[in-house]
């Protein structure tokens, strides 16, 4: 079967799924939002790279109650880069939730489309490997909905979970004009050489999707949940595909010039490969803070010298709260410490490698009952980056909010952070709920 013929089939699967599941919700009423989005860009890049670039994106839910502890949950979401030239950003659909779930007794399943999430960590949780990522923007990845029976077992006090997913849904990379793509130099992309620079403009095209050892299929984990008191921890292992694909890039290089330097068109080829992790959380919740912590292991199981043949990453947060007259900010400190045996590219795939030795400050300030504020700096030591964003949210109406954000990056070395720093921007966001 072809990698068209595989994805054909998938989407009809989530079509069909889709219909089955609203008949149920039909019998209550459906909610959702409509959101717009626009990013604009401090630097031009290039006449033919947009600096002003809208969003759309909606999304429709409903939950009901069906008797005999039978419930429905549903959930779809719509998206499109509106200045894109075209897939998958110019219009993206995915069933994140479409599932009938049954409650008795200490047992509960749920048979249908589902988004989970096995992080205990914010931000970004290296436990958090259940379902794919369609990775457009680094700020603002989309989770995808996978088919999949969910099974609970045990008391709230010790829970066993264990997961099967038959075809998981394919992880996705931003189109090729993209500004999140390198449009200055390559790094580290296996073709002899650490460095490559890029012409004034580089073209991008996406290549055929490559899977390795049958990587979307028949995924599956288990999950062992126990509440101690002021203590929650976790076990798990999952057996499935990377979240985030890999990118094979087919470079022509030009030798002629003083560096070696890429020639245009270069091809990428998004690579899907198959992972084992396990790892352990845990979360202490006391009266003045919360601490939360992980430490997750990957072991590659696709051989391939594109891939990272293992990982070991640890992360500890500490989350508290301070008066500020009649309000309580909350204060958010992270730092992650991850083992990778090779060195990482500055392609948008490898955004994990954002956090090998970093630091995460975060706030978030209800200033009034209609306006929140949030900011974060993450400080990033191999390459001496800092992203940092700042923004607030408003309510205009009941139905109604509006926000305005601006977000930084900068690095002193050669990296991800470095490939970004030309893509500072601020962002308006407008959403109506229904």
């Known amino acids: 079967m072809s990698h068209y013929e595989t994805d054909l089939w998938a ?18 009423s459906f909610k959702g939002q409509l959101q717009s989005s626009t990013d604009y860009y401090l630097d031009p890049i ?17 939950r009901a109650k069906l008797g005999a502890g039978i419930r429905s949950q549903f959930k779809f979401m ?3 880069n509106l200045e894109a030239e075209g897939a998958p950003e110019q219009a993206f659909f995915d069933l994140s939730e479409a599932y009938l779930g049954r409650r008795k007794g200490l047992y509960d399943i749920e048979i249908g489309f589902n988004t989970l999430n096995w992080g205990v960590v914010d931000l970004a949780s290296p436990s958090d490997v259940v379902n794919t990522t369609s990775l457009f923007h680094p700020v603002r990845p989309l989770k995808r909905g996978a088919p999949m029976v969910r ?17 998981q849904m394919r992880p996705q990379i931003p189109s090729p004009d993209s500004r999140w793509l390198p449009r200055e130099y390559l790094k580290n992309v296996n073709v002899g050489t650490e460095r490559i620079a890029i012409p004034d403009f580089i073209e991008y095209s996406v290549l055929e999707n490559e899977t390795l050892d049958r990587a979307l299929q028949n995924n599956a984990g288990v999950r062992l949940r126990s509440h101690w008191g002021d203590l929650d921890t976790q076990i798990f292992h999952f057996d499935g595909a990377a ?23 270069v091809g990428l080829t998004p690579v899907t490969y198959r992972v084992r992790t ?13 601490t939360r912590f992980e430490s997750v292991y990957q072991h590659t199981v696709s051989n391939d010298p594109l891939l990272q043949p293992w990982s070991w990453t640890n992360v500890i947060g500490v989350e508290t709260a301070v ?34 030795r970093t630091g995460v400050l975060g706030l978030r300030w209800p200033y009034s009952d209609g306006m929140i504020w949030t900011g974060s700096v993450l400080y990033e030591t191999e390459s001496q980056g800092v992203f940092a964003t700042i923004g607030f949210d408003r309510r205009y109406t009941d139905t109604m909010r509006w926000g305005l954000s601006y977000k930084d990056f900068s690095a002193q070395e050669e990296g991800l952070l470095k490939t970004y720093d030309r893509n500072d921007h601020g962002t308006f966001d407008l959403t109506y709920y229904f």
């Open 278 to 290: 396990s790892g352990i959380g845990a979360v202490w919740a006391r009266e003045s803070f919360i």
């Open 46 to 62: 290039d006449d033919r790279i947009d600096r002003l670039i809208p969003y759309l994106q909606f999304q429709l839910e409903n």
């Open 323 to 356: 008066d500020v007259g009649t309000t309580s900010l909350t204060l958010l400190a992270q730092y992650y410490s991850s083992e990778n045996p090779q060195s990482p590219d500055n392609l948008i795939t490898s955004n994990y490698r954002l956090f090998d």
């Open 243 to 265: 979240p985030q694909p890999k990118v094979r890039p087919t470079i022509t290089l030009d030798a002629t010039t003083s560096e070696i330097k890429a020639v245009s068109p």
């Open 151 to 167: 099974l609970e077992v045990g008391p709230e006090s010790q829970r066993l979970e264990a997961v099967y997913i038959p075809w």
């Open 78 to 80: 719509g998206f499109s």
């Open 11 to 28: 989407m009809r699967a989530l079509l069909l799924t889709a219909l089955i599941f609203s008949l149920p919700s039909a019998w209550a």
